[in-house]
């Protein structure tokens, strides 16, 4: 039934055996002890502390959304961290393999990184930044905020969210474990056809690829069923559709572009699969199949994907803008209105990622228009938030600036994405580095959305504000590094350099690499400066306690409840009455949290299930990128039996009584010793 | 979903079954799927006219089913599943038709031997790159 | 629409937390909800799927006419089709029997669903066999690729679909009509009765129309 490998195998370990273990490599031997020491200051920390009955209890086998958030934006920093250590390796390979007289150390004719290496690097980087990095962290925020902004206690599928989150954590550590466990894809983020067919790419690289990406594509598809379901269902009494919040809407629009576009993802994965599992023939040259058919549906996919990662980040610049601002958000009805009509239109653009496949004029000429529709409901935006700061009293305060480099951003990239749209002109510098820099603007933007989001919402969560000077230092920095990078990525673009380089062959380029790393040592610089900004906020957090409402000057619901937010959200589901519902209460005069007489409030019960759900599913897919059959057909089998089983557990709920809850509500007033401005 | 105090048996999802809708769309299905048989029963129909009559049957079955079946309708209970319905069907015929008229150009285009003329094309065709390693064991 | 000029209300009188279960919500409704939104992402891995038909049906003449004529054929796929008709029939008598609360009604509805669809199973791999044994396998080309695969997809749901029932017969027996046991009823009939409407689609793009495209 399965395809004849080329290379050994046997039953018990399928291809798995001491030679995957790349030890002759320095390089990974040194991320191998960096991570293995890691590892170790981390299990003696919990094991110091004490703390693994904690965690275990109170975080892995949690089902409430504010703590499954903030895993989600654990991994997510992780894997940012991970992506930008490969940024480094392309960046500093770059600028060190120029011209035929470079030199050439650790086994590579230039540079020190070999093609093999450096290609596995730019594909993990691509797809660690792209789906385990910026997906996670949107992810999170959402599951974190959304609930509070509807007035809901949780989300709608609580257990569904905990087996999202841990799926995708299963994805992250399979990417991790190829590290140092075989090899990973070397043929860029997303995938080249024929040439990560079997016979062109026998290793198992493109399999831990393939299978981290299915996976989690999986996760992210029940998020997305998760947070739609909430919206649509939970919301507070009173909140109609056009009093909800506008990262709410984002929330929304976003998430159904991910509910409509991960399952063709997954085809387009599956097809690959069958092909390199059981020699099908949909990818293949020849016999039938076609190549293209490969980049079409991944590209339905993935054009709408990069739209699932920009809309939140608006949703978060339109959060943002109005309480730095002072004044409600100008244009909502048009925000709610471009956020769909970005979604529609990214539905119908994919062909603009392959111009150059071929296509009929007419064919190409349709994605050119289509692409360019974007730019009216982004546009729409753009003018929305700087009128909503227009004649506002704009308080450049860290979320605020995060904002504005992601309105700037949005200009560049959106502009340059522009250019790409003109076939004719994408004809010219496809697959050229000045693509690479479109989208990095984009992306970007979203990452600095992130971070706006991170400064403005982390009172919420941990109830104390971060700190605002290490904070603006990193600001400053990031901005540098990003100019410093990137205008001369836009340069060497219309030079001509093409992408995922290991080697550059004209000289003439060299300065722009060299200034490309000075743009990376910034980049350094900063990070070292959110680390400081992280410590200084912890070692400060008593000093930096903040009430209900730290920005004195927020709109919506989730301020509406204390810092850290409790358990159950609100002791009693807020009655909504307009929209900007806690600008509304605070202009009229009835902005107190104050209740009496509290009730028993039902809440889901932790498990450990989806912990073991993702456990199962990380050994299924290992099992299956080294063809361990056995062990493919036991998790397969473990994972169908456990579902059943949980199916059957009654009891999973439980009632927080109203004792407690008036416990932690007197707690959490008596903390608020100085409630923030407002 | 343990601690709703009402008898689910009385939420209006359970009372859209009705047995004269599921016979009504059982009959007219198996109507319809026989008709579109029968069409296709000993090609003499012209290939363009059996795909466009077959997916005309094909179409009214799948109505039936949304209605009859699936209670695709504007009631209280159901109305937000209609809309999420009504909010994939474009997109299905947004992706397949625009893939169908991409590739119907690009097969012209890149001149990719169509295979339709040749129909006694060899069961293995010409081995391709692949053709060691994807040899097959037997199925 | 500003905030604050579509209500004007006194401070004592507005109600501004919801006190008691007033806030309760459509448990059950949301639990279908979800389910039926996940039934659309699978619909939309069978678009992909008839995308990839379509893209890969221009090389069907790799394939002999008769080969052709054994993979698609109509007689036996409308046997399969009658047979899964019936058997969505026979749930939808199960929905009906729990409308009245009647537990028999139900377990009767469900168990014919059951056999009907193990019948049917049995059939559609009875088929592939016949073929696979002729040596007409899905690695023989791309199209071959992509109609087994859709095939086989069908069948695969099928068997979960009936795996599912088995369990919805085990939870009802211990439990009555919790609703947990309802909404999961529900939620399989969404299931059982969408692989008809896939069905359609199956029997017609590729078994009626397979051998003229
Ligand atoms: C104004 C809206 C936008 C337009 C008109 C646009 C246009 C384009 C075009 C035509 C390409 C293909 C270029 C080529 O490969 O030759 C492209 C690539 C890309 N764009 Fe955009 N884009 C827009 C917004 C975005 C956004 C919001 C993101 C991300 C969040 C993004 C991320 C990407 C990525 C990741 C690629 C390249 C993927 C790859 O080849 O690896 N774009 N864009
Ligand atoms: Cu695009």
Known sequence: ?678 | MTHSAENPLHHPEVHQASLSGYVANFLITVLVMTAALWLARDNSLPAGSLVGWTSLLALVAVLVQAYLLLHMNWSKAQIWHTVAMILFVPLFVVMIGLTMWMFHGLYQRTAIAMPHQTMAAPMHPAPAASAAAHTVKAA | MSASTNTRMQPGSTVLWEKGDAAGHDALGTRTFGFWLYMLTDAMVYAALFAAFGVLAHNAGLTSKSMLASVFDAQAAYRDTIVLFASVLAYGYAMVALKKGSRTGVAIGIIVATILGVIFLNMVTGDLEHLFSQGVVPQLNGFLSIVFTLVIYHALHIVVGVLWMLVMLMQMGRDGFTSNVVYRLINLRIFWHFQAVIWVFLFVFVYLQGKVI
Not at chain 1, 242 to 262: D, E, G, K, Q, V
Not at chain 1, 406 to 431: I, P, R
Not at chain 1, 435 to 464: C, T
């Open chain 1, 1 to 678: 039934m399965f395809v004849h490998l080329q290379g050994p195998w046997n039953p018990v370990w399928g291809r798995l055996s001491l030679q995957a273990i790349p030890y002759q490599n320095p390089i990974l031997v040194g991320t191998f002890l960096f991570a293995m020491i890691a590892a170790l200051a981390i299990v003696g920390a919990v094991f110091y502390f004490r703390a693994g009955p904690y965690l275990w209890r109170e975080w892995f086998t949690t089902v409430d959304h504010k703590k499954i958030g903030v895993m989600y934006c654990l991994l997510g920093l992780v894997m940012l961290f991970r992506g930008f250590i490969d940024a480094l390796m392309i960046r500093s390979q770059q600028a060190m393999a120029v011209g035929p007289h470079s030199p050439g150390y650790l086994g590579a004719l230039h540079g020190y990184l070999t093609p093999f290496h450096i290609g596995q690097v730019y594909t993990a980087h691509g797809l660690i930044m792209v789906v385990f990095a910026a997906t996670p962290l949107l992810v999170g925020i959402m599951n974190i905020v959304v609930p509070l902004q509807i007035g809901a206690r949780d989300m709608a599928y609580p257990y569904l969210n905990a087996l999202g989150f841990w799926l995708t954590a299963a994805a992250a550590a399979l990417v991790m474990l190829s590290l140092f466990v075989g090899n990973f894809a070397h043929g860029g983020w997303y995938g080249f056809l024929p040439y990560f067919e079997l016979p062109y790419s026998p290793g198992v690289g493109v399999d831990y690829w393939m299978w981290a990406f299915q996976l989690s594509a999986i996760g992210t598809t029940m998020g997305s069923i998760n947070l739609i379901a909430t919206i649509v269902k939970m919301r507070a009494p009173g909140m109609t559709w056009m009093r909800m919040p506008i990262f709410t809407w984002a929330s929304l629009s976003t998430n159904l572009i991910a509910l409509t576009s991960f399952p063709v993802l997954m085809v387009s994965l599956a097809l690959l699969g069958l092909d390199r599992y059981f020699g099908t023939h949909f990818y293949t040259a020849g016999q039938g199949g076609n190549l293209m058919l490969y980049n079409d549906l991944f590209w339905v996919w993935g054009h709408p994907e990069v739209y699932f990662l920009i809309l939140p980040a608006f949703g978060m610049m339109s959060e943002i803008i109005p309480t730095f601002s002072e004044k409600t958000l100008f244009g909502y009805a048009t925000m709610v209105v471009a956020s769909f009509a970005i979604g529609g239109v990214s539905w119908g653009v994919w062909l603009h990622h392959f111009f150059t496949m071929a296509a009929e004029p007419s064919v190409n000429s349709f994605y050119s228009v289509t692409t360019m529709l974007v730019g009216i409901p982004t546009g729409v935006k753009v003018f929305n938030w700087i009128f909503t700061m227009y004649r506002g009293r704009v308080r450049f305060e860290l979320p605020m600036l995060w904002a504005l480099l992601a309105l700037f951003l949005l200009l560049v990239g959106g502009m340059t994405g522009m250019m790409n749209a003109f076939a004719a002109s994408d004809y010219m510098w496809h697959n050229g580095v000045f693509v690479v820099a479109h989208f990095h603007m984009m992306v970007l933007l979203i990452a600095s959305s992130i971070f706006g989001a991170v400064e403005y919402w982390f009172p919420k969560v941990f109830g104390f504000k971060l700190e605002q000077r290490w904070g603006k230092w990193f600001f400053w920095f990031m901005v540098l590094g990003t100019a410093w990078v990137f205008v001369p990525m836009f340069i060497l673009g219309f030079a001509g350099m093409t992408r995922r380089l290991d080697y550059v062959p004209v000289t003439q380029w060299a300065p722009y690499l060299r200034v490309m790393l000075v743009g990376m040592a910034f980049y350094v610089v900063a990070l070292g400066f959110f680390v400081a900004h992280l410590y200084v906020s912890l070692r400060d957090r008593m000093k930096n306690r903040v009430g209900a409402d730290p920005w004195g000057t927020t709109r919506n619901l989730e301020w509406m409840t204390h810092s850290p937010v409790p358990a159950y959200n609100f002791a009693f589901i807020p009655r909504v009455h307009a929209r900007d519902e806690w600008a509304w209460r605070k202009e009229h005069g009835m902005a107190n949290l104050g209740n009496e007489s509290f009730e028993d409030i039902h809440m889901p019960r932790n498990t450990g299930v989806p912990v073991l759900l993702g456990a199962l599913s990380f050994a299924l897919c290992f099992a299956l990128v080294w063809r361990i059959w056995w062990l493919a057909a036991a998790c397969l089998g473990l994972v169908v039996l456990v579902i059943i089983l949980r199916s059957f557990a009654r009891k999973t709920d439980e009632v927080i009584p109203a004792t407690t809850v008036a416990g932690v509500e007197r707690a959490a007033q008596d903390a608020l010793a100085s409630p923030a401005r407002g």
